[in-house]
């Protein structure tokens, strides 16, 4: 099925007119999507500064627990 496709493509990409802007067409749809994903990014900026940062609670249970004292830096 892949091959179909991918034989269409070639079949209609050597048919067009236009095939010398191609790499423009797509280095545009790469960067539109590379701008959509800073957008992403910059939208969850702020997500880690809504709450105050609290100290971890004790867990007994957690495999490497610091259980010696050492947790002031």
Do not use: W
């Amino acid at each position: 099925m892949l091959t179909q496709v991918l034989g269409t493509v070639l079949a209609s990409g050597a048919e067009a007119e236009g095939a010398s802007n191609m790499p423009y067409i797509i280095g545009g749809g790469i960067f539109a999507f590379f701008l959509l994903l800073l957008f992403v990014c910059v939208s969850f900026t702020n997500v880690g500064n809504r709450h105050e940062a609290h100290a971890e609670v004790e867990d007994s249970h957690k495999q490497f627990s610091n259980k010696h004292g050492h947790d002031n830096h």
